[in-house]
């Protein structure tokens, strides 16, 4: 192990850098794929926060896609050895608000490898910091935490939950069936099939279902921000803690701080327990 971790932290320092042009269709999309009815986006308008998410996509060839639909190892990213590929968290300052129409660049940089070792066997954590310049000035900078862990073993038990609040200010049900996860893998142009392919789910990742994108829980959590406060957010710390599936009615939930400075988030499953917890900063 200590040898295949000294050749990925030769990846630490790696750089890639995409441009691209913040189009109105996909803002559309999105908006559509959540449930709002918001205006058609003009030029100029506003592109609510972490919607940079649908910028910048990779176009892989169908024939360099390893078996679970992500690209092969060793590309940008480390040729983390380890089978499962999960998003696990991040943090992302939103200086300003990306615009219809504007062009826009991504510097990605390859800033921690480090191995971990957790209940369920070895993991690897890779965090990559991404600068999103809009029109040449920056607009977001985020930190974005990706865990690779071994594959689950059949009839293994899933990880205890641990309770969430029953009550929040702010909150929101709703089931993200498979609709709404085809759309969004869609919109990011995603091929893991985790989060489409049943089959896969049940008999090699052995899941019960369909697996909630990572982005697009934290999306939610934003998107509740925005349906209950009209300051934008300035920062967003969060953390995955446990898979939500597609037959699961969850909630989207929110707690402003007296003062009205911040707003813990979290999105609890639907046997109560916290699958994604933040904190959003105004």
Request: with cysteine; net charge neutral.
């Amino acid at each position: 192990m200590s040898e295949e971790l000294d050749h990925l932290k030769d990846w630490i320092g790696k750089r890639e850098s995409r441009g691209d042009v913040g189009t109105a269709w996909p803002v559309a999309a999105l908006a559509a794929t959540l449930d709002r009815r918001d205006a058609d986006p003009k030029d100029a308008d506003p592109i609510p926060p972490g919607w940079h998410w649908l910028y910048f996509l990779e176009t892989t060839p169908a024939s360099e896609l390893g078996p679970d639909g992500h690209p092969k190892r060793g590309g940008f990213l480390p040729p983390v050895a380890l089978p499962r590929r999960m998003w696990a968290g991040g943090r992302i300052e939103f200086r300003r608000a990306l615009r219809v129409g504007e062009r826009l660049q991504r510097d990605s940089e390859v800033i921690a490898v480090e191995p971990k070792q957790g209940k369920s066997g070895n993991l690897v954590f890779v965090t990559v910091r991404h600068t999103v310049l809009a029109s040449g000035e920056i607009a977001v900078i985020e930190e974005h935490d990706i865990v690779y862990r071994e594959a689950a073993k059949p009839g293994e038990p899933p990880p205890q939950g641990r309770p969430a609040p029953q009550r929040a200010a702010w909150r929101r049900e709703l089931v993200a069936g498979p609709a709404m996860l085809f759309r969004f893998s869609a919109l990011i142009f995603n091929a893991h099939r985790i989060h489409y392919d049943i089959d896969y789910c049940r008999e090699e990742e052995h899941y019960p279902g369909l697996i909630v994108h990572g982005p697009l829980q934290t999306i939610l959590l934003l998107d509740l921000c925005r349906r209950n406060e009209a300051r934008q957010v300035k920062r967003l710390d969060y953390r995955a803690l446990h898979p939500v599936f597609h037959t699961e009615r969850f909630t989207v939930n929110g707690e402003p701080s007296a003062d009205g400075a911040k707003a813990e988030l979290w999105i609890a499953n639907a046997a109560g327990n916290y699958a994604m917890t933040g904190t959003a900063y105004f």
